[in-house]
C-alpha cells in the first residue's frame, strides 16, 4: 500500500523544521567553541570550570529558540535526561550511591507508575508533543476520573469491548511478540550473510524483551481488572 503523498505545502513545512533544526544544532556547537575563546581571553588565558564550561553552555542554550515551540519539550526532555543521567553515574563513581537490581526495579516501579497516572489523566490536546512509550493507557477524565470513551455493559475500569481476559491476553502476546522481534532482529541482520549462523546464535536471552514487554502490559492489565482472574 502506497504512502501519502505529500503536498507541496507538506514538503515546505518539513524543509522549515529541518532548516530551524539544523540551525540550532550548528548554532549550539559554533557558539559553544566562540565563547570558549572569548571568555578565556576576557579572564585572562585562565581556565577553570565557569569560563570554560558552565558561562558558554548556558548561552549556547538561547539557541533552542530556533526550534519550533512543539520540538522544544523534546529536546529539553533530552538534555533533562542527560543531566540526569551524568549525575546518576558520577554519584555511582564516588561511591555516594549503591545501584542494585532491586533498588533500580522499585525506581522503575515508582516511575511508571508516575508516568502511567500523568498520561491517563491529561486531557486530548493536538499541540501537545506525543509521549514515546511503547505503550498508551486509556485516557480518563480530570474531572471525574472515568474514562473518556467506555462501553456500555462495563465497568469504568473495562475501556475495552472483549472480554478482560482476552483483553489482557492480547496486548501481553501481541508485545512479547513485538519485543522477541526486536531482539532477533538485531541479532540475526548482522549476520544476515550466513543464515545458518544467524539462527544458530539464537539463545534463550533474547526471549528477556519479550518477557519484559509482555509481562509489563499483562500485570498492567490485569492488575486493573482482577475479577478476570477469578
Given at each position: 500500500?502506497?504512502?501519502?503523498?505529500?503536498?507541496?505545502?507538506?514538503?515546505?513545512?518539513?524543509?522549515?523544521?529541518?532548516?530551524?533544526?539544523?540551525?540550532?544544532?550548528?548554532?549550539?556547537?559554533?557558539?559553544?567553541?566562540?565563547?570558549?575563546?572569548?571568555?578565556?581571553?576576557?579572564?585572562?588565558?585562565?581556565?577553570?570550570?565557569?569560563?570554560?564550561?558552565?558561562?558558554?553552555?548556558?548561552?549556547?542554550?538561547?539557541?533552542?529558540?530556533?526550534?519550533?515551540?512543539?520540538?522544544?519539550?523534546?529536546?529539553?526532555?533530552?538534555?533533562?535526561?542527560?543531566?540526569?543521567?551524568?549525575?546518576?553515574?558520577?554519584?555511582?563513581?564516588?561511591?555516594?550511591?549503591?545501584?542494585?537490581?532491586?533498588?533500580?526495579t522499585l525506581i522503575f516501579m515508582f516511575s511508571s507508575a508516575v508516568l502511567f497516572y500523568l498520561m491517563r489523566r491529561e486531557r486530548e490536546n493536538d499541540k501537545r508533543t506525543p509521549i514515546f512509550w511503547f505503550f498508551t493507557p486509556p485516557r480518563v477524565s480530570k474531572e471525574v476520573g472515568e474514562p473518556i470513551e467506555g462501553f456500555e455493559g462495563r465497568s469504568h475500569a473495562c475501556p475495552h469491548e472483549?472480554?478482560?481476559?482476552?483483553?489482557?491476553?492480547?496486548?501481553?502476546?501481541?508485545?512479547?511478540?513485538?519485543?522477541?522481534?526486536?531482539?532477533?532482529?538485531?541479532?540475526?541482520?548482522?549476520?544476515?550473510?550466513?543464515?545458518?549462523?544467524?539462527?544458530?546464535?539464537?539463545?534463550?536471552?533474547?526471549?528477556?524483551?519479550?518477557?519484559?514487554?509482555?509481562?509489563?502490559?499483562?500485570?498492567?492489565?490485569?492488575?486493573?481488572?482482577?475479577?478476570?482472574?477469578?
Amino acid at each position: 500500500m502506497k504512502g501519502k503523498k505529500l503536498t507541496k505545502k507538506e514538503v515546505l513545512e518539513q524543509s522549515k523544521l529541518y532548516l530551524k533544526s539544523g540551525i540550532f544544532g550548528l548554532t549550539v556547537a559554533g557558539s559553544f567553541v566562540t565563547l570558549n575563546c572569548i571568555f578565556r581571553n576576557l579572564f585572562f588565558s585562565q581556565f577553570s570550570y565557569y569560563n570554560t564550561v558552565l558561562l558558554p553552555c548556558t548561552i549556547s542554550g538561547l539557541a533552542v529558540y530556533f526550534e519550533p515551540p512543539h520540538r522544544r519539550i523534546l529536546v529539553l526532555n533530552l538534555f533533562v535526561n542527560l543531566v540526569f543521567e551524568y549525575w546518576v553515574r558520577t554519584l555511582e563513581m564516588k561511591g555516594w550511591l549503591r545501584r542494585s537490581p532491586g533498588r533500580e526495579t522499585l525506581i522503575f516501579m515508582f516511575s511508571s507508575a508516575v508516568l502511567f497516572y500523568l498520561m491517563r489523566r491529561e486531557r486530548e490536546n493536538d499541540k501537545r508533543t506525543p509521549i514515546f512509550w511503547f505503550f498508551t493507557p486509556p485516557r480518563v477524565s480530570k474531572e471525574v476520573g472515568e474514562p473518556i470513551e467506555g462501553f456500555e455493559g462495563r465497568s469504568h475500569a473495562c475501556p475495552h469491548e472483549e472480554s478482560c481476559r482476552s483483553y489482557i491476553l492480547k496486548g501481553t502476546a501481541k508485545l512479547f511478540g513485538v519485543g522477541c522481534a526486536m531482539t532477533m532482529l538485531r541479532t540475526i541482520l548482522p549476520r544476515i550473510l550466513t543464515p545458518a549462523k544467524a539462527f544458530k546464535s539464537l539463545k534463550l536471552s533474547h526471549l528477556k524483551l519479550g518477557l519484559f514487554f509482555g509481562g509489563y502490559i499483562g500485570i498492567y492489565r490485569g492488575g486493573r481488572n482482577p475479577k478476570c482472574f477469578y
